[in-house]
Each structure stands twice: as C-alpha cells, then as structure tokens.
C-alpha cells in the first residue's frame, strides 16, 4: 500500500486516528486509504482498504515505481513462482504481464486492496510467518466468505520493511465486517462502509 499510510499511521498513532476514521467522511474527501487498527491478545493489526494495486513479482520491483511485490503464499503467488507446476525457472515474460494486469475477483475486476500489517504485542515485531484468514462478510446480504488469494507482499515505494498481508478484492458499495483470523486470535473491524473505492467507517470499532 502507499507510503503515506503506513508513515501516518506512525506518527499519529493508532488511537487518535481511529477516532478520526469513526467519523462518517464523505467518500469524495478522501485522498488516501482508510486505516483501522485492533489489538488481539497477541497481536496488533493494521487493516488497510485502498484501490486495487499492480501485483509484482520480485522481478520486476526494480523497475516499478508503485504496486506491491509478492513474496509469500496464495495460489497466485506460488502459480507464478513454479511456472506451470513442474519448473522453478524464473516465470515468462507471459506470467509477468498476466501477474501486473488488475487481478480478479469472483470473476469481477478487483477494485479495492485489502492489506494487514501485522505486529506482536510482545516484541513490537512485524510478523511475516503466519498464515492469515480474511473473512469480509456483507452486511446487507448477511453473506461470508474468506479471501483465497492472501500472499505476503511489500509496497514497491517502501521496500521489504514494508511487509504485509493481502489480495486485492471486488467489493460493491455496501458495509462489512472484515475479521482477520490468526490462529486463535481474532480482529474484528466492524461497520466499514465501501463507497466508490474508498472505504469510511459509520462507527466505532
């Protein structure tokens, strides 16, 4: 995700800012993504819903400018890292130019990127070997479903230090509840209100 998120977060704090996200934003004010942060017994996490980003492959991060680097999990990444299943050559110029096309999502174009950072409470570390669970259920339809495609990434602009979990989604206009899933813990980020590709929240979390 972009650099600016990540720096805000940083230097405002998570407490301040998600009193400032609880207020109902008009989705047309908003320059940046939207940043909610929940605190499990053993983690904190930064959930982050933004436009759909390029996904790179480590290969071409040098020359990108903007995108996130996929190094870890998800079919996508593991299909592009083993070619066709047999190989571990380096992917084709083919694989590359399907992996920074838009992906898709329930067979819509994804328009929205759903990333956690993820910290222990303990250490402060940014935990990068776990495997979580996104589930994003619709309030309007009362319908769940998890995330298959959830990889390891890191954004182009601010490098491996950057690293995160995520997949970019098709999300329509409407409100959720996302829950993040790791292990037994569980962060839960409710009332989030998606409106032209940029999420507010309608209340506090």
């Not at 669970?133 to 890191?154: C, H, N, W």
């Not at 098709?170 to 813990?185: A, S």
């Amino acid at each position: 995700m972009r650099k600016f998120s990540r720096l805000f977060v940083a230097r405002v704090g998570w407490l301040p800012l998600v009193t400032v996200l609880a207020l109902p934003i008009p989705a047309a004010a908003q320059s940046t993504p939207a940043i909610y942060v929940d605190r499990t017994p053993n983690y904190t996490v930064e959930l982050t819903i933004g436009p759909a980003e390029q996904m790179l492959l480590p290969g071409d991060a040098m020359a990108a400018k903007s995108g996130e680097v996929m190094v870890s999990g998800g079919p996508m990444a593991m299909s592009s890292a083993m070619g066709d299943g047999t190989s571990t050559a380096a992917p084709s110029s083919t694989q590359t130019t399907m992996m920074m096309t838009p992906s898709t999502d329930q067979g819509m174009t994804a328009n929205h990127h759903v990333e956690v950072h993820i910290t222990r409470n303990d250490t402060g570390a940014v935990v990068n070997d776990v495997t979580p669970v996104f589930r994003i259920t619709d309030k309007a339809q009362g319908e769940s479903r998890d995330l298959p495609q959830v990889m390891g990434m890191y954004g182009v602009e601010m490098g491996p230090i950057d690293f995160h979990y995520g997949q970019n989604v098709w999300l329509p206009d409407g409100t959720y509840t996302v829950m993040v899933m790791i292990g037994p813990d569980r962060a839960v980020f409710r009332d989030l209100m998606v409106i032209v590709t940029v999420p507010t929240s309608m209340s506090g979390m």
